[in-house]
């Protein structure tokens, strides 16, 4: 079983659109989570961490499920520049090494 | 732009020349990671290293691959010997500490090797 896996998508949705992706990870001693994009080409940049107790930051909210090993990203009113592919990751143990999920790739269309 | 430096950003090497990937982590960091993305791929980390230390190389392939952070200079990965397979994305990274808490890696734009 990988460490970390997502559906790779793509996941087309208008604008407008309210659009969510999982991911779930193996290791039930994973410390930290956190949600990353990565725009076609370029290099990843982090997009919002991942609490226990949910967080929100604008139109995205991030949740965490330590029993089922899952974790959620909530796109809200997605826009044409939320096209990405969105990157989930897991800090294994107490290991300093982020590990990467293979990405979901979203496409907003008009 | 004091960002995470990396160059090239694009090489072309022939089966079996070596290739040389450097990276200068952002003005006052001290911790630099390497990960590789295959075309379609996620990102496998490679290593970890610190300044003259290499922390985690759990992900280096154990032949021809090497990597260094001298005390003066950039971080370098070394690849000897390429084969059509080593053709993909070469990323590094760096953060001020470790990164297991806060979880915020600065990535810089990619070495993108292709092998012929």
């Known amino acids: 079983r990988k460490e970390v896996e997502q559906d790779p998508g793509p996941f087309n949705v208008p604008e407008g659109a309210t659009v969510a992706f999982n991911c779930t990870y193996s290791?039930?001693?994973?410390?930290?989570f956190f949600w990353y994009r990565q725009d076609c080409r370029k290099e990843p940049k982090l997009l919002m961490s991942?609490?226990?107790s949910g967080n929100e930051d604008g139109r995205f909210t991030a949740q965490l499920n330590r029993a089922s090993q899952y974790i959620s990203l909530l796109i809200r009113d997605s826009k044409l520049s939320d096209s990405a592919t969105y990157l989930c990751?897991?800090?294994?143990?107490?290991?300093?090494?982020?590990?990467f999920g293979t990405g979901t790739r979203l496409q907003v269309t008009l | 732009n004091a960002g995470v430096m990396q160059n090239p950003r694009h090489l072309v090497r022939r089966r079996g020349q070596e290739a040389r990937l450097r990276c200068s982590p952002m003005?006052?960091?001290?911790?630099v990671y390497w990960y590789r993305q295959l075309p379609e791929e996620g990102l496998k980390f490679m290593v970890y290293?610190?300044?003259?230390?290499?922390?985690?190389e759990s992900g280096m392939p154990k032949e021809r691959f090497s990597a260094e952070f001298p005390k003066e200079g950039p971080s370098i990965l070394r690849i000897q010997q390429v084969v059509r397979g080593d053709s993909a994305a070469y990323f590094c990274?760096?953060?001020?500490?470790?990164?297991?808490?806060?979880?915020?890696?600065?990535f810089g734009e990619g070495s993108r090797l292709t092998v012929l």
């Open positions: 991942v609490y226990s």
């Open positions: 990751v897991v800090v294994p143990g107490t290991a300093s090494k982020l590990t």
């Open positions: 990274a760096s953060s001020p500490g470790t990164s297991g808490t806060d979880g915020e890696l600065f």
């Open positions: 290293l610190q300044k003259e230390n290499i922390i985690d």
């Open positions: 290791n039930s001693a994973s410390q930290s």
């Open positions: 003005k006052g960091h001290s911790h």
